[in-house]
């Protein structure tokens, strides 16, 4: 068997409804030089069921690998560590790439010098309904250039579905931070751009799910994982004035989000103090207003909250089920 230039890692836990889509993409791929692992996380549906026919169908490209669940660090770290490829692409289970994705991207990276560790690609996200289309101006995905590492700590631009690493980028680095309290996949982009440099290539070629059930937990969950991902880099610059102040920065908007978060949910007393500590860590005006703001009755901001939109009127996500179509037809 013949070693595949990428290996593909997918973990998988309870997928049964989405892996068989996810897999399809990848398997339509235009580029052929790789392999595929599906780690399954100790799923309790039939994920491993859907797996193990399309091993079944692609024996010479898709393996199963099986383990104790572990959540999702754990089962990425079994895949890099079964692992043939000389670069590894990573995919969720519920996520989808375009056919020309691998194509594209392999192309570009093997241009690249070796000190460039990962690349990634522009993406767009969608849901039951179809393709999130952001508005001019609104596109986050932007290329990081030079000081990838300062300009990642400000803002986590790499969407997961997208990322392609250098195998011995994980010798350098180590595998993923399998801690329930670090968001994993930031945390382990921020520790290649520590030690690489970082390219992306400005198309859209992966596309990744939007969940909208239990998205409040859900918020409150990300915003206090972030809170501790941007601790543990703090710590690992322990002394470095200009990482220190753009991790104090970002530590403020964060909780300032989680206030804002808590305030939606109405929770005014952990509102406040979300932005109590947001302006003791950076003393700002408008968090000082948005303290004073918790305590007024939940209607009289959520009808001053309602004034603001219609003044300012910013910008809305649009959806189309045809462009989401378009996308994926395209490069067949």
Known sequence: ??????????????????IAETLDSVMAQTYTDFEVLVVDDGSKDGTVS?????????????RLIRKPNGGPSSARNAGIKAARGAYIAFNDADDLWLPEKLEKQMLFFESLPSN????????????????????????QYRKLGSNAYLKLLKNNVIPNCSVIVRRECFD??????????????????????????????????????EHHGGRSKQI???????????EKHNNMNAGNREIGTIVQLRQADNLISLGRHYMREGRMADARASFRKAYATSPELKTRVLSLATYLPYPVLRTGNSLLKSLFKPPTLQKSKSGLDRLMRRGT
């Open 220 to 230: 409150e969950v990300t915003l206090l994982r972030m809170t501790k991902t941007l």
């Open 116 to 139: 460039v560790g990962m690349t990634y690609t522009d993406a767009r996200s969608f849901d039951d309904e179809g393709l999130w289309i952001l508005p001019p101006g609104l596109d």
């Open 1 to 18: 068997m013949n070693t595949p230039t990428v290996s593909v890692v997918i973990p998988a836990y309870n997928a049964e409804k989405y």
């Open 172 to 209: 350098k680095v180590g595998m993923y931070d399998q801690s329930p309290d670090i968001i994993e996949d930031y945390d382990m982009w921020l520790r290649i751009a520590r030690q690489y440099d970082v390219d992306c290539i400005d198309d859209v070629l992966s596309i990744y799910r």
């Open 50 to 62: 859907i797996a193990e026919r399309y091993a079944e169908l692609h024996p010479d490209q898709i």
